[in-house]
């Protein structure tokens, strides 16, 4: 029986037109699977371009090196050791990106390590809450969030409109570059023990941040200091 306005005539083209598209999807899928491979390969020559090989004793913290199990970790110290016998050596000491432990290596000095290239972008600090630290791009007022584990000790040094520098890898900060220097306030510290001079050993201060440092005797409180933010050590009496 002819089904009202579906004459017999109209199969033949009906199944044709279903052929015609059954051999588009498959020359699709076709191209699909050709074009794979160099989809492949350019994905493999971007992260070749974004690692290359250094000597050890060139890393510095906050770099972003792939350890030999394929792992890419975050540079937390390099340390160079060059004892007077013996081979020159290099201890790295790291934390995982992709869960966050920390790892320890150790290298001859001049051995060939992988290093990856981070995007450094600069940043201003906005506050800190539960969810880490917060920085906005003041060029163009995008905001992130830095999880504590990821700055470490540098956090104490913080101060609010800070310019930093945000290491950025696949659109994830990993390490920050604080300004080499802080001035911050005394606020308590023991007084100057008679005798003692500049030169004497250091006394303990507590600063207006809550960090504490070694400062000079004369240092009393209510004086502006000026602190290295690498280290935390005291490097002279504020001129401001």
């Given at each position: 029986?002819?089904?009202?306005?579906?004459?017999?005539?109209?199969?033949?083209?009906?199944?044709?037109a279903a052929e015609i598209s059954i051999k588009r999807a498959d020359i699709a899928g076709t191209q699909l699977e050709k074009a794979r491979p160099f989809a492949q390969e350019a994905a493999r020559r971007f992260l070749k371009d974004k690692i290359v090989r250094v000597i050890a004793s060139s890393i510095r913290k906050g770099n972003i090196i792939e350890r030999e199990d394929g792992q890419l970790c975050v540079v937390l110290s390099a340390e160079s050791f060059h004892p007077g016998k013996g081979t020159p050596t290099t201890q790295i000491d790291m934390r995982?990106?992709?869960d966050g432990v920390k790892v320890t290596d150790r290298f001859k000095t001049t051995e060939q390590v992988e290093r990856a290239f981070v995007e450094d972008k600069e940043f201003g600090f906005l506050y800190a809450d539960g969810d880490g630290h917060h920085f906005m791009n003041n060029a163009t007022y995008d905001q992130?969030?830095?999880?504590?584990?990821?700055?470490?000790e540098q956090a104490q040094w913080l101060q609010e409109g800070m310019k930093v520098l945000l290491s950025v890898f696949n659109e994830k900060p990993v390490?920050?570059?604080?300004?080499?220097?802080?001035?911050?306030?005394?606020?308590e510290t023991e007084p100057a023990m008679k005798g003692q001079t500049a030169s004497s050993s250091y006394k303990?201060?507590?600063?207006?941040?809550?960090?504490?440092?070694?400062?000079p005797p004369h240092i009393s409180p209510g004086t502006r200091i000026v602190i290295q933010t690498e280290d935390g050590a005291y490097v002279e009496r504020a001129k401001d």
């Open positions: 029986m002819q089904v009202q306005g579906s004459p017999e005539g109209s199969r033949p083209h009906l199944a044709f995982r990106l992709s992130v969030t830095v999880p504590a584990d990821v700055l470490g390490a920050i570059q604080l300004p080499p220097r802080v001035t911050l306030e005394v606020i303990p201060a507590k600063l207006s941040n809550g960090a504490r440092a070694m400062v």
